[in-house]
């Protein structure tokens, strides 16, 4: 190389450093001025992107290094000690519901986890279910996340579509990515009514979801002793019994399934920490309990609602789970008092508590198995355990009366007190889905006003909690009074991990975490509150907490399921001040205007932040279908195959509309029996069936009344047509209609039903082909009652 190559050689490479030095630089000034951002760091992307071969790869492996793949740990990724997490939700479980919040009620699972960690006297939920679970998970407000009613109550907008949308990733899933085992046992109320059926997507299920088991039941409610199962996206028959022989319950088969689990991991994977998440449909209706632990209360409840309240109170102040100054607000005038009804009424209702204590004590037990098993393995004092007495408020769904069937509530059907007397001895059992009045509800939510649906009221939205974790919590015992939400948990969760929340989940940017870690209050019980301002919007009630101040507007009474519609913007305000009246008891709108005035300012800044807008007080007709996506809409005829199952939001709606049913069979010689369709069971719907030789068509008006019309002659054998051709008397609620039975177009049988249901077949049952699941719809037989002869398809046909 000659002195003028060498000489341009190096001015070349001095001008590429240069430059890179320049650059660098300006990426810097950019970088600092957020003009140019760095990319995420892996910590920040849910999945974790992979990570590059740092090994050495020659021309065979002899002159290669491999690196060894790693086990998904939180190790892993740079997580020291992570705890495992039981997270508990009870349902429908009022602040006064448990012995550790001042019932009678004895919950000593509650009690064990309070003295081995905290209280919480100010958690608050959002008044319904959906809601609250979809705020739990994501850490976001209920709006935000497409949950601002149940998913059957859609609408359209934004913080009502019944979506959880992709950008509000769980807890759960970033658990997951850690290394976490991940598992649901229970209630799944936050998949979109459309989506619940075989078809999916699965996009909104526990498996994509961030969990990577699942088994409990999708829906509002259902049947303890025969539940709708679900394991995964598998529909399941309920067994007999529990796995110790006892007769089957869910809440002790959840539990069961919740220990195998945790032991089954610790035993492949020790290291491996969990996240469990146990949300029990104890105590929603139907109220169902062992008959054992039912008669434990017996008589225990006869002084009635009022004094139960006034008992319930002197034991919270005794408790300091109240302050020493706190005021027991009164009963609304909307309800009876005690000492006004009936004997017979008194009788009733005392029973119906009775077997709602015994439902709440047990379910305390079970999830008291669930910690000893953790406690068995040595791994419960590196374990956060939360304890969330209920999703909201006790329930008054039962309405002033209770119910036999809490169908009868959605579909606006009475029921006389002499029918529910007749069935005193039977309550609580497997031939009731029985709802205690609206009374007991607003009990259970003692010491505060109004109960579940209410968000602008503390009886609504308040419910006792606790947080244990032995390694980290050393105040054993403490109460705490800070201001925490639902919305605090996935926060806490994260921070007491060490686990950071992403920026993305899937390549979708994901939406700030809007809850406040309650971590701060593990150690110091006077800390000041983080969580300083949270909106409350349910059903038209509307509600604002800011700086120890809550405004409130009620819009209607619980019970009542079709109100007048109120004048949303124009709402009857309430003011508290919170730090000296922690009941809610003083209203002081008409002292302090000007308060009141920003308090009101704040809500509508926060329900615009949050996609509460349009505010929207209806209830019934949000239940409407047409308001929702349909895999059903545009279709008038219909055609299944054998032994086929379908839940109701993906089933055709038959109600008050004409319609046929078709279906081809083969009948042997010596006769079939069984079910050829069937929609709901024992509590309400309709079935389609062979018995004796005869086809009957049954309608079940949830309990209250039951039309069975049974062809006149026995049916033929070999190739049978059979049909049931239902025609309306209107196009309306409740009309009645008149069903005529065929069998190869010759008329064997004809005979009316003179009322229908309006809103809503069933809870948790399914449209059954071929066989009946659950209850049977007519107790003229016993479940699956599966059709004996060849059941090729059976059609409906829309008129």
Known sequence: MNWQSFTQFWHKRFLRVAKAIAMSLLVAIFVSINLFPLPARAQELIPHPDKPFTGKIGLTYKDSQPVKSQLKLPSTYGVKNPPNVLLVLLDDVGYGQTGTFGSPIPTPTLDKLAKNGLRYAQFHTTALCSPTRAALLTGRNHHSVGTGVITEAGTGFPGYSG??????????????????????????????????????????????????????????????????????????????????????????????????????????????????????????????????????????????????????????????????????????????????????EQKVYARMMEIFAGFTAHVDNEVGRVVDAIADLGKLDNTLVFYIAGDNGSSAEGGLEGLLNEMTFFNAIPESTEQKLAAIDTLGGPLHYNHFPA???????????????????????????????????????????????????????LEATGISAPIEINGIAQKPIEGTSLAYTFDDAKAPTHHTTQYFEMLGSQGIYHDGWMASALDSIPWDPSPKAADLLNMNWELYNINNDFTQAEDLAEQNPQKLQEMKDLFYAEAAKYNV???????????????????????????????????????????????????????????????????????????????????????????????????????????????????????????????????????????????????????????????????????????????????????????
Not at 229 to 255: F, M
Request: proline share 7%; charged share 25%; no cysteine.
């Open 163 to 344: 979506e959880i949308p992709k950008s509000a990733g769980t807890v759960a899933q970033i658990l997951q990515d850690y290394g976490y085992g991940t598992a649901w046992f229970g209630k799944e109320h936050n998949v979109p009514d459309w989506e619940t059926s075989m078809a999916g997507p699965f996009e909104h299920w526990p498996r994509t979801q961030g969990f990577n088991y699942f088994y409990g039941f999708v829906g509002g409610d259902t049947d303890q002793f025969t539940p709708a199962l679900v394991e995964n996206t598998t529909r399941l028959e309920a067994p007999k019994i529990n796995a110790d022989g006892s007769p089957y319950h869910l809440t002790t088969d959840l539990a069961d399934h919740a220990i195998s689990y945790i032991e089954q991991l610790n035993a492949i994977s020790p290291e491996k920490p969990f996240f469990v998440y146990l949300a029990t449909g104890a105590t929603h209706a139907p109220h169902q309990a062992p008959k054992e632990w039912i008669d434990k209360f017996k008589g225990q409840f006869d002084m009635g609602w009022d004094k139960y309240r006034q008992q319930t109170f002197e034991r919270q102040k005794k408790l300091g789970v109240i302050p020493a100054d706190a005021k027991l607000t009164p009963r609304p005038k909307e309800l009876p008092a005690w000492d006004s009804l009936s004997p017979d």
């Open 439 to 493: 009374g007991w509800a607003w009990a259970m939510d003692t010491p505060f006003q109004w109960t579940k649906q209410v968000a602008s009221h503390f009886g609504g939205t308040r419910n006792g909690m606790v947080i244990s974790w032995p390694d980290r919590i050393k105040d054993k015992g403490g109460i705490r009074y800070q201001f925490g939400h639902v919305i605090d948990i996935a926060p806490t969760i």
């Open 613 to 799: 807008l349009p505010l929207d007080d209806r209830k019934t007709e949000r239940l409407n279908v047409e308001n929702r996506p349909s895999l059903t809409e545009g279709r008038s005829t219909f055609s299944y195959p054998n032994h086929m199952r379908i839940p109701e939001g993906s089933a055709p709606d038959l109600k008050h509309k004409n319609h046929i049913i078709t279906a081809d069979v083969v009948i042997p010689n010596n006769g079939a029996e069984g079910v050829i369709l069937t929609q709901g069971g024992r509590f309400s719907g309709y079935g389609l069936f062979i018995k004796d030789g005869k086809l009957v068509y049954h309608y079940n008006l949830a309990g209250v009344d039951r039309f069975n019309i049974v062809s006149d002659q026995t049916l033929p054998t070999g190739n049978v047509t059979l049909k049931a051709v239902y025609k309306t008397d209107a196009d309306k609620p409740f009309a009645g209609g008149l069903v005529s039975l065929y069998a190869n177009n010759r008329k064997i049988g004809e005979g009316r039903v003179e009322k229908t249901l309006p809103n809503r077949l069933t809870l948790d049952e399914t449209f059954d082909v071929g066989f009946d699941t659950g209850t049977p719809i007519s107790e003229d037989y016993e479940t699956p009652f599966a059709f004996t002869g060849n059941l090729k398809k059976v059609s409906i046909h829309l008129k």
